[in-house]
């Protein structure tokens, strides 16, 4: 059976292919019957040559082509003009019909082109979009730090005021207690020395277990107190180890998606998730699943 293939030539890494008929038997660089065309696509010059005559008398005479001579042949209208040929089509009906394909195929490539920008141009509003977000949560967090920091600011100052008050009112009491005993007689003055000499030994004896015990109790309870901070602390450590699309790019959201399981992907697309591009990855990743 006779092909239409192609045959490699060329250099190492630079392939250029010629289209060529041969017997299906010999090999792929061996004796061919004719060349019709050459077929590049990797140098700059990205070229297909086809002689459309020789091509569709050995069409016409039972030679099947490649599976990617029969693209080259589609792409390049090869076929679509031995089709109208076979309708009994005139030369001028062939040529508008090539003309109105041929305008026909360069649209639909540039819509291509178009929808591949659309693509880009939603993506980077998207991003743009979630930075403003971002940007915006930060300056309301600063907002909150600074309205907190004045609030305990107020709370010390309160605090000091009160204990300089406390301080402070003793001392008058004292003054009033020393003043009193001016008054009295001699006698009667240092009798109640006395008294309260003996009265003040006694409560210093009482007093100083008082405070032992209460400053013993203070240090029990204090490593407490750190203990349940710490325990309170552990799950905000966890709660911020969880990561949402919220926290990402678009760009980075979709990779995110595509490189990891589907299983370890639960809880990762939030309810307040509105970009399109993220939605989609996520849509398809569930029907590859």
């Known amino acids: 059976m006779i092909r239409i293939r192609l045959q490699k030539k060329g250099r190492k890494k630079r392939p250029i ?26 140098t700059e010059k990205k070229e ?8 569709l008398y050995w069409l016409d005479t039972g030679a099947q ?20 040929m076979m309708w009994g089509k005139s030369e001028e009906e062939i040529e508008t019909a090539l003309a109105e394909w041929k305008s026909y195929r360069d649209s639909k490539g540039d819509d291509s082109d178009s929808r591949k920008d659309k693509h880009k141009d939603v993506l980077a509003a998207e ?24 609030d305990e600011e ?18 008058e009491e004292e003054v009033v207690e020393e003043a009193a005993p001016e008054a009295t007689e001699e006698p009667e003055v ?18 100083e277990p008082a405070t032992e015990e209460a400053t013993v109790e203070e240090t029990e309870d204090a ?28 760009k980075e959201a979709i990779d995110h998606i595509r490189d990891t399981d589907l299983d370890a992907l ?13 939605i989609a990855a996520w849509e398809s990743k569930q029907s590859e699943g």
């Not at 292919?17 to 004796?31: T, Y």
């Not at 599976?67 to 090869?78: A, H, Q, Y």
């Not at 010390?156 to 003793?170: D, G, Y």
């Not at 639960?266 to 993220?278: A, C, H, L, M, Q």
């Open 48 to 55: 297909v040559v086809l002689n459309e005559d020789r091509i």
């Open 154 to 171: 107020v709370a010390a100052e309160t605090e000091a005021t009160e204990e300089v008050a406390t301080e402070e009112a003793p001392a």
């Open 266 to 278: 639960k809880g990762f697309i939030s309810d307040d998730e509105s970009r399109k591009t993220v």
């Open 190 to 207: 240092e009798a109640k020395e006395a008294a309260e000499e003996v009265e003040e030994n006694v409560a210093e004896a009482t007093e």
């Open 65 to 84: 082509p490649s599976d990617t001579v029969r693209k080259i042949l589609r792409n390049e209208g090869v076929l679509y003009k031995r089709h109208l």
């Open 223 to 250: 490593p407490a107190e750190e203990e349940k901070e710490e325990v309170a602390e552990e799950p905000k450590a966890e709660a911020s180890s969880t990561q949402t699309s919220d926290d990402m790019t678009a």
């Open 127 to 150: 991003e743009k979009e979630f930075k403003d977000q971002v940007q915006k949560k930060a300056a309301k967090a600063a907002v909150e730090l600074e309205t907190e920091s004045s």
């Open 17 to 42: 292919f010629h289209i060529v008929v041969a017997d299906s038997k010999v090999a792929r660089d061996g004796r061919i019957i004719e060349q019709v065309g050459r077929y590049d696509n990797v």
